[in-house]
């Protein structure tokens, strides 16, 4: 069955330091990937996707994320973290053709002064 | 581009009510999806429309709850006879075809 693993629940980093959040991805085919970004209470907000070619894919402020099809991985990272950045991501994984999204149980990001 | 919208924000029923939400995706957007989400958890996928045709369902979705989609434009979430399960964000996406989903804020629903 697809599934998606992100290992961390919660990670703490200073403002300032680099940032990589882990996500593993179970799937037979090669799959669309997601980053999401939720605040408190709102709705989930694209950070970048994957869908084929380049394997290293660049977002929406300031993040990227590597896919890693011999790991099954899809790490998200971002060199510099800044203090509007705490949130829930969230990975995510959908079929090809793409109608439903699997995703992760969320890494909470901390980040402190 | 308006983005998602859904309405309302919150509710708070008692258990047994039925409650309905709403969702009115993005107007070029022709799929619509329904999530639920729970405390600490990813949202888990509901249902899924692809303009007024309802193309798959989780089985997450008991006989209580019901999604319709009449004009293939907005979408409205019904849930009969409450549970203190069914507390929980139940977010809306829409999408033109399979590029990545656009979500609302959701709908918060409270059981008492």
């Known amino acids: 069955a697809q599934s998606v693993t992100q290992p961390d629940i919660h990670i703490t980093v200073s403002e300032g330091a680099s940032l990589e959040l882990r996500c593993n991805y179970s799937y037979g085919a090669t799959p669309y990937l997601f980053w999401y970004v939720q605040s408190p209470g709102q709705g989930l907000q694209l950070l970048l996707k994957y869908f084929s070619g380049d394997t290293l894919v660049q977002g929406i402020k300031g993040f990227e994320a590597e896919f890693k ?14 203090w509007s950045d705490a949130a829930e991501y969230f990975c995510a994984v959908a079929y090809t053709g793409g109608f439903k999204t699997i995703f992760g149980a969320g890494t909470r990001l901390f980040v402190k002064a | 581009d308006t983005g998602v919208s859904q309405d309302p924000r919150h509710k708070i029923t008692k258990r047994g009510q039925n409650v309905t939400f709403r969702c009115d995706p993005i107007s070029e957007h022709n799929r619509l999806y329904w999530y639920r989400q729970t405390l600490g958890q990813g949202p888990e996928f509901l249902t899924y429309f692809q303009n007024e045709a309802q193309l798959e369902k989780s089985r997450l979705l008991s006989d209580r709850f019901s999604a319709e989609r009449p004009k293939g434009s907005f979408s409205t979430l019904e849930i009969q006879r409450t549970e203190q399960g069914d507390s929980a964000m139940y977010l809306c996406a829409s999408s033109f075809r399979d590029q990545p989903q656009h979500f609302g804020d959701g709908t918060r629903l409270s059981i008492l």
């Open chain 1, 69 to 82: 099809r011999s790991q099954s991985s899809f790490n998200l990272r971002k060199p510099s973290v800044h």
